[in-house]
């Protein structure tokens, strides 16, 4: 065996079959996905896997970007006409997608190639998209986000098996090739006959990663000539170190969680609190990925805007990234792009049709629906002894009252006289911040009232003048119930 033969199957295919299933968690005679742009690195992949025995099916995306991308496509095809395996092609107008969107063209480009990918290995029933990603590339991305000011999720750079949420939540992306530098990956290729395209916009340095590969990376090179496997030891130290902060992480966040939607997330603020920094910003960063999935590079200083403003800040909004807003709200804290996406079931509240200068009548006895299965009930009571104060049970003094009780959201000027403040008559706003209604829950929030006078806030407080005493014979119960 000739010496480039055997430095072939020695760095490549004797140990990519090993790294495939211990690393990459692949099983033989599953199919696999790979993705072929026509470049030494994949077109290396998808021989390489299919010389070991996998089952595989090469797959192009045209971006369209250039006026030669039919060829790389029919190139692809030849390929793999050529070693008898499936060819799939997919295309899409890159430049109108990163008009529309306001993209680069680069995240735009894999925008659209990972989705085309990972919808047809879906379609196709593989059990893996693979790409040529190398040890070179990996270089290449922790240094990229070092730069960028990433942390612990971007230094340890990529992984050679990862789930994506933003493509799909159970199909992996694999990278066999990630440990394999792009110099033994030319020298396959030249063994086996390969002759890859070459993307000529590799060597345009207007582009960020370019820049690094053909200008900073050698340069650092010469301060240490062993600076990629620095780099890449450096990444796979980190991996290790963030497989055991997210377990950590993974455990404050069962602690801290209150509710989850699709569109919203809500927080235990005090909960949160109690953890160190480093684990708040990973909560943070852990909610905005479960929102945003397809967000890349969360921003340091909007992740350290969001802190400060939890710890100084028990009401209000604050931005946070990818459209995604912070809401405090008392003893907690929501994650969500705008307040008409956080959920109110958790209150009792007017429909909208209430709202309105109809009056809403409460009879004795009678009940009153509202939002969410939220009702409000009056019945004729007679006390056997004390009884509770209860803020969704209240007991009245029924001696003058009315048949009928109103039932109206709150008004300009609005006051109030609690049960325990010796008949003291306070601004129902200010009542309302104090017992930490929520802001957004206040104009919505029912009152009972009889006359202009409100008797009770459901759920909150009875008012004074209303309250049972040693004399009182007669006597309504008020109760807010969740049917």
Not at 283 to 296: D, S
Not at 441 to 462: F, Y
């Amino acid at each position: 065996m000739n010496t480039i033969k055997f430095i072939v199957m020695h760095q490549i295919l004797e140990p990519l079959h090993l790294y495939i299933q211990n690393e990459c968690g692949l099983l033989p005679g599953q199919l696999i996905l790979v993705g072929v742009s026509g470049g030494p690195d994949s077109v290396c992949l998808l021989d390489a896997l299919h010389r070991i025995g996998y089952s595989v099916i090469a797959a192009h995306y045209n971006h369209h970007l250039r006026a030669d991308s039919d060829i790389d496509v029919a190139f692809v095809k030849s390929i793999a006409d050529s070693i008898g395996v499936p060819f799939a092609v997919g295309e899409g107008n890159v430049s109108e997608f990163s008009r529309k969107e306001r993209l680069s063209l680069e995240e735009s480009a894999r925008i659209l190639r990972y989705r085309f990918l990972f919808e047809y290995a879906q379609q196709m029933g593989a059990q893996a998209v693979a790409v040529g990603h190398t040890a070179d590339d990996q270089v290449e991305t922790v240094l990229m986000h070092f730069l960028r000011g990433a942390g612990l999720d971007g230094l340890k750079g990529m992984l050679p098996r990862a789930i994506l949420p933003a493509w799909h939540n159970h199909i992996p992306l694999v990278r066999p090739l990630l440990e394999t530098r792009r110099e033994t990956v030319l020298a396959y290729c030249q063994e086996y006959g390969w002759q890859p395209r070459l993307d000529p916009t590799n060597l345009d340095t207007t582009f960020f990663r370019n820049r690094l590969r053909h200008e900073l990376i050698p340069t650092l090179e010469t301060y240490n000539p062993r600076f990629r496997e620095v780099i890449a030891r450096t990444a796979r130290t980190l991996a290790a170190d963030q497989d055991s902060l997210q377990g950590i992480t993974d455990l404050a966040w069962q602690g801290c969680m209150l509710r989850l939607g699709q569109t919203h997330l809500a927080l235990s603020t005090s909960a949160f609190v109690q953890h160190p920094t480093g684990i708040q910003r990973r909560l943070l960063r852990k909610g905005i990925a479960g929102l945003r999935p397809g967000l890349r590079d969360v921003d340091f200083a909007a992740v350290e805007r969001a802190l400060q403003f939890l710890t100084e800040t028990q009401e209000g909004v604050c931005e946070l990234t990818g459209n995604l807003r912070v809401f405090a709200e008392g003893k907690r804290f929501w994650l969500a792009e705008n307040e008409s996406d956080l959920p109110t079931d958790e209150w009792p509240q007017m429909s909208m049709a209430m709202m309105g200068d109809a009056p809403v009548l409460l009879g004795i006895p009678g009940k009153v629906s509202l939002r969410e299965g939220w009702v409000i009930r009056a019945e004729q009571f007679a006390p056997s002894g004390p009884v509770p104060v209860q803020p969704d049970r209240v007991w009245l003094e029924a001696g003058d009252l009315p048949l009928l009780f109103t039932i109206r959201p709150r008004r300009p000027g609005d006051f109030f006289r609690p049960l325990g403040m010796a008949g003291k008559a306070v601004k129902l706003s200010d009542f309302m911040i104090n017992v930490k209604i929520p802001r957004r829950a206040r104009d919505t929030w029912p009152l009972v009232c009889v006359g202009k006078q409100i008797a009770w806030i459901p759920g909150v407080r009875l008012a004074e003048p209303f309250r049972i005493t040693e004399t009182t014979r007669k006597v309504i119960q008020l109760r807010l119930e969740r049917e």
